[in-house]
Structure formats: structure tokens, C-alpha cells
């Protein structure tokens, strides 16, 4: 007799009982079957006993307590403690066990692995160490260059007009004014110099700042998902 012969033979034999509970009752053996597995189908229904017997005790159950739900034989209950949940207990041990000695394994290779190539990321890091310090160089020349040479084209405007207007005073009306507005056109030039520095400056050094995060960010990442 297999599992479902059983589950057939046991629903006719129940046919004389309410469908609901007819239903409970091949719902629960149903489950303990599935729970039970393929391969210990024949020992459950040689513990079970006969479908005529199960149908009999669960009858007189429902005569006993009819408020009750279907309860398990005890020596369904006993393999079901020992058998089973004893056994899928010992392999979740096992399987935790193999996920720490998997991790343990990962982190030792991927020391060794950094002890043997340590010349070459070293070298790397130097690399990309002098290629920042570089970025930073250019970027902290171009600023200064830009902040002389405006600080430079101000100065050289405000003297001009100075002179400019003390030719007006001294008599060289014309050549006052032409010098005047060339100051004043310096002057501009210098405050249009200002603005560009500030500006690129502005726009440039968060540019940097998060090309450099990154990049020094990657090797951790790309670690952690190699570990995990």
C-alpha cells in the first residue's frame, strides 16, 4: 500500500462523518505525509496501521472531544521529534559550520594573496597617491596664478586712474582721460579674472574631492563584496 491507496481508503472510511471534519482530518495526515518525505512514506503508514484504524480512532475522538482538533499518534509524535526535526537540526549545525570555515578560508587566501602581491599594490597606491598630490598641485597653482594675476590687474588699473586723473589736474586733459579709462578697463578685466577663478575653482575642487573618494573607495568596496 502506498500513500495514496492510504489517503483514498481512508476518506471512504470517513465518509460518514461531517465533510469539514473529513477534511481536517485528511488535511493533517496529508501534511504529516509531506513533512515525512518520499522515502519514509512506507514507515508512516506502517506506524499508522491500517486506514481502517485511523478512521476508527479518529471517530472515536470526535465522539470523545468534539471541539478538539486532530491530534497525532504517539509514535508519529515520537519520529516526527526524533527522526526528523533531530536530523534537520543536525544539518543546519553542519551547513553553519561549512559557511564558517568558507568564510575563514576566503579571508586567509585573500591574505596571502595580498602578502604575495604586496609590491605590486603598493606600487599602485604610490601611483595614485602622486597623481592626487598632482591634481591638488595644478589645481592650487592655477588658483594662485589667477588670484596674482587678478590682485595684479586691480592694482594696475587703480594706478592708472590715479595718473589718469592727476594729468586731468595738471593740465593733459585728453591724456588724463585715455589714461583713465584704460585703468578703468584693467580694473575690469581683473574683476571679470576674479569671478572666472572663483568660479572654476568652485566647480573644479568638488569635482576632485569626489573623483577622489571614489577612487579611494573602490578597493574597500570591492573587498567587502569579495568577503561577504
Known amino acids: 500500500m502506498n500513500r495514496k491507496v492510504f489517503m483514498e481508503r481512508l476518506r471512504e472510511c470517513l465518509a460518514d462523518i461531517s465533510a469539514e ?18 522515502e519514509n512514506e512506507a514507515q508512516v503508514i506502517e506506524e499508522l496501521g491500517s486506514p481502517e484504524k485511523v478512521a476508527e480512532n479518529i471517530k472515536r475522538d470526535l465522539l470523545e472531544e468534539p471541539q478538539s482538533s486532530i491530534q497525532a499518534p504517539e509514535c508519529m509524535k515520537k519520529e516526527s521529534s526524533e527522526d526528523f526535526s533531530s536530523e534537520d537540526f543536525e544539518k543546519n549545525e553542519q551547513y553553519e559550520e561549512y559557511e564558517q570555515k568558507d568564510k575563514s578560508g576566503r579571508i586567509a587566501m585573500i591574505i596571502v594573496i595580498a602578502v604575495l602581491t604586496f609590491p605590486i599594490w603598493i606600487t599602485v597606491a604610490a601611483t595614485l597617491f602622486g597623481l592626487i598630490v598632482a591634481a591638488f598641485g595644478v589645481l592650487f597653482g592655477c588658483a594662485a596664478g589667477g588670484i596674482a594675476a587678478t590682485v595684479g590687474l586691480l592694482i594696475s588699473g587703480v594706478a592708472l586712474i590715479g595718473m589718469g586723473i592727476g594729468g586731468c589736474i595738471s593740465g593733459s586733459i585728453a591724456a588724463g582721460i585715455l589714461v ?17 577663478v572663483v568660479w572654476i575653482c568652485g566647480r573644479a575642487v568638488p569635482i576632485c574631492c569626489r573623483w577622489i573618494v571614489n577612487l579611494c573607495r573602490k578597493p574597500w568596496q570591492r573587498r567587502k563584496e569579495r568577503m561577504s
Open 21 to 38: 471534519e473529513r477534511e481536517d482530518a485528511l488535511t493533517y495526515y496529508e501534511s504529516y505525509f509531506e513533512e515525512a518525505g518520499v
Open 180 to 196: 583713465t579709462g584704460a585703468g578703468f578697463f584693467v580694473m575690469a578685466i581683473g574683476i571679470l579674472l576674479l569671478i572666472c
